[in-house]
């Protein structure tokens, strides 16, 4: 059980460690997940794929957003196949700026990765992905 709680502890360590950067940047952490996102999804996306990507609550969102398109960073319009969806666009200075956070962010992520070498890092991405599927399954047998 304590190994299990030195897990959960990492995991949590590793959010904060995000949300910290996140500050450092003059950003909320909600903002830099969404950042992410459209940097991901190459600056076209819809509200409910970042609410789903992150499980982050439409509210959350949708506060990240307006405030970029107060910033003139992102535009809304109506998707249209669902009027209810709003559909993303980064502005060109809204592109140039979340590519920037991103690219930063990257860098460090990809320096910390090359730091751990390959053997450790094969480990960490098969250790964690048999953790969630073993994890999934037990929650998945839970709603039975």
Do not use: F
Request: glycine share 4%; charged share 30%.
């Amino acid at each position: 059980m304590k190994k299990l709680e030195l897990y959960t502890a990492l995991w949590r360590e590793t959010n904060m460690i995000y949300e910290d950067w996140a500050k450092k940047h003059g950003l909320s952490y909600s903002e830099l997940l969404v950042i992410l996102s459209l940097a991901e999804m190459k600056g076209t996306c819809l509200q409910k794929d970042i609410c789903r990507q992150w499980t982050l609550p439409k509210q959350t969102v949708n506060s990240v957003l307006k405030n970029l398109m107060g910033r003139s960073l992102v535009s809304l319009t109506s998707y249209e196949t669902d009027r209810r969806s709003k559909l993303i666009q980064l502005t060109k200075e809204g592109k140039l700026y979340v590519d920037s956070i991103a690219c930063n962010l990257q860098k460090a992520e990809y320096s910390a990765w090359t730091k751990m070498g390959e053997e450790n890092t094969e480990m960490l991405l098969k250790t964690v992905s048999l953790y969630n599927s073993y994890l999934k399954e037990e929650v998945e047998s839970e709603r039975k």
